[in-house]
């Protein structure tokens, strides 16, 4: 079974930065694409960046695109998300994913029963 941990959440200014992790345990994630989906109070969940497992494949929500940077090292089993620019408006909580497919994630939402979540990770931008 594996589980992910993400860490690094926190409460930075807007215009700062954060960097987000998130570790695979339990067995390797070979072949698996990763993310990162997040859901504001109230709002839905929205998928903020995805990398396939070569790495050579990224997509970016728009909301997110110039700002976020998505990088996995399959070594360590564990995924990044670099922050910048941040805006009052990516207060959520962020939630590694990781899935079969890239599809999977940049698709279906997240939302096939393959899909795998880890527990979140609060990120809170003041303004």
């Known amino acids: 079974q594996v589980q992910l941990v993400e860490s690094g959440g926190g409460l930075v200014q807007a215009g700062g930065s954060l960097r987000l992790s998130c570790e695979a345990s339990g067995r390797t994630l070979e072949n698996y694409s990763m993310g990162w989906f997040r859901q504001a109070p109230g709002k839905e969940k929205e998928m903020v960046a995805a990398v396939s497992w070569t790495g050579n494949t990224k997509n970016y929500g728009d909301a997110v695109k110039g700002r976020f940077a998505i990088s996995r090292d399959n070594a360590k089993n564990t995924l990044f998300l670099q922050m910048t620019s941040l805006k009052s408006e990516d207060t959520a909580v962020y939630f590694c994913?990781?899935?079969?497919?890239?599809?999977?994630?940049?698709?279906?939402?997240?939302?096939?029963?393959?899909?795998?979540w880890g527990q979140g990770t609060l990120v809170t931008v003041s303004s």
């Open positions: 994913v990781a899935s079969q497919t890239f599809g999977d994630l940049v698709i279906e939402g997240g939302t096939k029963s393959r899909t795998i």
